[in-house]
């Protein structure tokens, strides 16, 4: 009976180990990245930290999954276990059912959920200054869908809410309007499945399903540029829905305008309706998600440990959730209540116990623009503005001091500039800090920032 217990605790255990991975993970990948090859992965029999199972849903995927993304899986299966894994990637014998999302070219009943995720709603978003502009143009059309902005472009960074936003307005829309017909895709799915209706014959499907909705919510647009076929698809879409006027939501990482290798005639269109950013969080909505958060996992989280991670964490919501996800993982396996002691150690944990890690170039460009309240959009940017140009000889000197990039190397990462470009900027801050004690400041915050 007891090593019945015990088996089941264990289970448990290994059913939150698993999730913390899987958010480490993500943290690391970019989204549509994620969803593609980590989200469908299930955790199989895991008894033996030696012997621990990831079943894909076929064998391609399992094959796929261990060559691209099984050392990374790894490194987070250690992390979050405190000790040495070793996974095994199988085909499930038992793949849970396909999402509805993934197959539209079914009949489709009025008012499914379709691919809106219930956990992201109106009432889990903390508004701040960062985002209530963006919050209200999505609360008002989830209110009177095609009446006042449309379409609704959201753009913003990486992990600051523009998923959770869409799926906010399908939530909010399919409780007050079930008979309605709202579908949630990201626009790297709108593009394999055009591709998948081309190749099995089907495309009349693909059009009418996506052309007899009243509200289409498409995530990531970016990702369809320079894909001709589907830029060319969306754009009647698109015409087809405002014409019969129906409401289209887009998020982007970008504004319509700086979206490279997209046709024209798309971004007037995405420039018609209403554009509304999103910028990163202050301390202050980084302690109100944080509390949010807590609170929607039933924990509760003092000030102080509120105020130590979104201090430490700046970067971006997404990784403050994983950071809070970690703190209650250990409280749990330590069994020891969520305190500030506690919280450092969790953040030192991850530093420690995975694999060395390498600041990345990528991390250091994102940091100082979340910093100078920039996008590293507009870091990679040639944009001469100064307040563009400081950040991102900044982020270049940085980049120099803290990684073992080299000059060409970072000229390329900075949007393929002439390395002595960096030379310059390198230089340039170096000998400025010297005189400069606001500059000296900053840098010397950044580095304490990204050494964390
Ligand atoms: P994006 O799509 O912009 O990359 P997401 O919408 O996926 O970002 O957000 C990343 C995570 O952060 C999600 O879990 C989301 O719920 C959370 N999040 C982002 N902004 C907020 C907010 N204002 N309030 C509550 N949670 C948020
Ligand atoms: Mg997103």
Not at 333 to 353: A, D, I, M, Y
Request: proline share 5%; hydrophobic share 40%.
């Amino acid at each position: 009976m007891d090593h019945a217990i015990n088996l089941a605790k264990q289970a448990m255990e290994m059913t939150a180990i698993w999730q913390a991975a899987r958010a480490l993970i993500q943290e690391q990948l970019a989204p549509p990245v994620f969803d593609m090859w980590i989200k469908p992965l299930r955790l199989g029999r895991a008894e033996d930290p030696q012997r621990i199972e990831i079943l894909a849903s076929n064998d391609f995927s399992a094959s796929y999954v261990r060559d691209h993304y099984g050392a990374l899986l790894t490194t987070a299966f250690t992390s979050a276990l405190g000790q040495g894994a070793r996974l095994l990637f199988q085909v499930d014998p038992d793949p849970p059912a396909r999402q509805v999302e993934e197959s539209p070219a079914t009949p489709t009943p009025t008012g499914a959920r379709f691919g809106v995720d219930g956990r992201y709603t109106f009432e889990n978003f903390v508004v701040g200054s960062c985002n209530q502009f963006a919050h209200a143009a999505a609360a008002r059309v989830a209110d009177a869908p095609a009446t006042a902005y449309n379409p609704l472009y959201i753009q913003g960074g990486v992990g600051l809410g523009k998923t959770h936003l869409l799926h906010a307005i399908g939530n909010a829309l399919l409780r007050a309007r079930p008979e309605s017909k709202t579908l949630y895709i990201t626009s790297e799915k709108f593009m394999t499945q055009l591709v998948d209706s081309l190749r099995f014959k089907q495309v009349h499907n693909f059009k009418e399903n996506f052309r007899s909705v009243d509200v289409l919510l498409v995530d990531d647009i970016q990702f369809i540029a320079g894909k001709k076929a589907t830029q060319e698809e969306f754009f009647h879409t698109f015409n087809a829905l405002q014409e019969a006027n129906k409401q289209i939501v887009i998020s982007s990482d970008s504004y319509p305008g700086e979206i490279e290798h997209l046709e024209e005639r798309l971004r007037s269109r995405f420039s018609q309706g209403l554009v509304a950013d999103i910028h990163p969080p202050d301390l202050e909505t980084r302690m109100a998600i944080l509390k949010k958060k807590a609170a929607l996992e039933g924990m509760e989280l003092s000030d102080d440990v509120a105020f130590f991670l979104a201090e430490a964490i700046q970067s971006n919501v997404r990784e403050l959730e994983g950071a809070l996800i970690r703190v209650f993982l250990l409280a749990s396996l330590e069994k020891e209540p969520v305190t500030l002691s506690l919280v450092r150690e969790s953040l030192r944990g991850t530093l420690r116990r995975g694999e060395p890690r390498l600041l990345s170039m990528e991390k250091i460009i994102e940091t100082v623009a979340a910093y100078y309240k920039i996008r590293p959009l507009d870091i990679r940017s040639s944009k001469r503005a100064r307040r563009f140009s400081h950040p991102r000889q900044v982020a270049m000197f940085l980049c120099k001091q803290l990684t073992k990039a080299s000059y060409p190397e970072i000229a390329r990462e900075f949007g393929d500039r002439n390395h002595t470009t960096v030379l310059y900027a390198v230089d340039k801050i170096a000998s400025s800090q010297q005189v400069d004690v606001d500059l000296e400041q900053a840098v010397s915050t950044l580095a304490g920032m990204l050494r964390k």
